[in-house]
């Protein structure tokens, strides 16, 4: 038989309601064998930690071509990065919100409605969608989210309404608590006392908050900005505390754990301010992101549960260049906001001593759409997964813990807000349409600005060959073109049956 190959292999359809995916035996029986033994071992079901960054750039790790060379040594990523399986081809969604009501869901953000974020108290959010945490938190696990939210600040999606046990952090994003108080950024409403109280009588929560499953938001502290400079570190410290509570608990847990950093604006913590090589505040933050992991890992190895913890740790959306200087490295085109490489391939590293082998690689298709059916497998609860709706994630399982493995998914689905934009299989990307890059904005490669052109004709580019896409291949490879348009056809096609949902911009309860 020849190896296999992507773009050449079919996929199987397990249920109409799933996204169809690549079936390898011989490396399910192998991520089998592992969790048997794991579960032999350690006789209960394993713990997950997601660690999900702001606005941090693919290239801002030593691990992935950054760190020291771009300012910000990154030691912790880089030894968790060689110690487990970095994942070369991990996407997210263009920005903050429609990336994780995504990694939440498991849905493209054309199924769950979050096409952009919901700003300055907007309503509208996670309601009505199924959660990773809900499926958990079902079949035993104890939830705990940390740090910042932003999939709804209504109360119905909050996360203590959408499947964790207890919230510790912001209902929305950095800059919205701070950007209005800083007089470099905003001097017009800082130093304007009727424009700082208009700013304050708009509907959202200046503050931190608590929350138990159920109930209500109780304020812990309003966000200025000496406050915001300390987040990260109260949030870590919140997050150790969980760990060291559940070290002697039977239930499994789910530690869902967002840094504030490095969205801008930052204000690092004084313990690294003017310490990275670069000093400068977001690079200043870089190096807090890498403590506040070590961190826990060490609170993990402390209460000996590092062996019973899988650990994903990634970053929401590519880098925002259109905030520079506080912003990031990508080695590919265009940035955060846009559906080109720049804007959603995000760093993966997937790190469980004992059960992941230490220094593999993959370039294959990661999706954060994946997480949630993946978790349920490892949980061994992948028949908990709704039928009343579709599922775009796959269980990539496999693909994680057996050594030498394949993933288990054949396309990535690019969504600019409720545009279909691109699909990539293989090593080949076909752009339907993609926002411009901004000719009028010298100083950044554009993002949330630039024009959204659809092209008469689908561009065509190797990622190989081609990693920043200049280099439109279609006229020479057109042996792809009908494969690549099944593919898009198929799953424009899945919304006939699981209609769209559009939550931004549309009435929304509060
Ligand atoms: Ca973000």
């Not at 991990?90 to 995504?102: D, K, V």
């Not at 608590?210 to 400079?229: C, D, F, M, R």
């Not at 060490?298 to 062996?307: K, P, S």
């Not at 554009?446 to 920043?468: C, H, I, Q, S």
């Amino acid at each position: 038989m020849p190896p296999f190959d992507p773009i050449a292999a079919q996929t199987h359809t397990r249920r109409p309601n799933w996204e169809p995916a690549f079936v390898h035996p011989e490396q399910e029986k192998a991520a089998k064998a592992l969790l048997d033994h794991f579960k032999n071992r350690r006789k209960k079901r394993p713990n997950f930690l997601v660690y999900l960054m702001d606005d941090v750039g693919w290239g801002d790790f030593g691990c992935y071509g950054g760190g020291i060379a771009v300012g910000a040594p990154t030691p912790t990523f880089d030894r968790l990065a060689a110690e487990g399986l970095k994942l070369t081809s991990c996407y997210s969604e263009p920005s903050c919100s429609p990336s994780r009501a995504t990694l939440l869901t498991g849905r493209v953000p054309n199924r769950h409605g979050l096409h952009r974020p919901p700003m300055y108290g907007e309503p509208g959010g996670l309601q009505g969608e199924i959660t990773v945490a809900e499926l958990l938190s079902t079949a035993g696990y104890v939830t705990q989210a940390v740090g910042k939210w932003h999939v709804g600040e209504n109360e119905s999606s909050q996360p203590q309404n959408v499947g964790f046990d207890d919230f510790y952090g912001f209902l929305s994003v950095s800059d919205m608590y701070t950007e209005w108080r800083d007089p470099y950024f905003f001097p017009e409403i800082a130093y304007s006392e009727a424009r700082t109280e208009w700013v304050k009588n708009m509907p959202f929560n200046r503050c931190f908050v608590h929350a138990k499953k159920g109930g209500k938001t109780q304020n812990v502290e309003e966000v200025t900005i000496p406050v915001l400079s300390l987040l990260d570190d109260k949030w870590c410290a919140y997050s150790s505390e969980f760990i060291r509570g559940m070290a002697n608990k039977d239930q499994p847990w789910f530690l869902y754990h967002n840094t504030r950093g490095a969205h801008f604006d930052n204000y690092p913590h004084e313990k690294f301010l003017g310490k990275s090589p670069a000093r400068h505040p977001y690079k200043d933050t870089l190096l807090e992101l890498d403590d506040v992991l070590a961190r826990l890992v060490e609170v993990l190895r402390e209460t000996g549960q590092l062996e019973d913890t899988l650990i994903f740790i990634s970053s929401d959306n590519g880098p925002h260049m259109e905030t520079w200087p506080d912003s990031a490295f990508t080695p590919f085109r265009c940035a955060k906001g846009s559906t080109w490489e720049g804007g959603v391939r995000v760093p993966g590293i997937v790190y469980w001593p004992g059960t992941i082998a230490a220094g593999r690689q993959s370039d294959g298709i990661f999706d954060f759409n994946d997480i949630l059916p993946t978790l349920l497998a490892i949980a061994g609860i992948e028949d908990g997964l709704p039928s009343d709706r579709f599922i775009d994630g796959v269980d990539q399982s496999s693909f994680l813990l057996a050594p030498n493995s394949l993933s288990n998914r054949k396309f990535h689905y690019y969504w600019l807000t409720e545009t279909f934009s691109a699909l990539r299989c293989g090593e080949y990307k076909m752009v339907l349409s993609a926002t411009s890059d901004d000719a009028t904005d010298a100083f950044g490669p554009g993002g949330f600005t630039g024009v959204l052109e659809r092209y008469a004709y689908a561009k065509l580019f190797n990622l190989y060959l081609d990693p920043k896409e200049q280099h439109n291949y279609m006229t020479r490879k057109l042996a792809y073109v009908d494969a690549f348009q099944h593919g898009i056809r198929h799953h424009l096609r899945t919304f006939a049956a699981f209609p769209p949902k559009k939550v931004m911009g549309v009435a929304q309860p509060r």
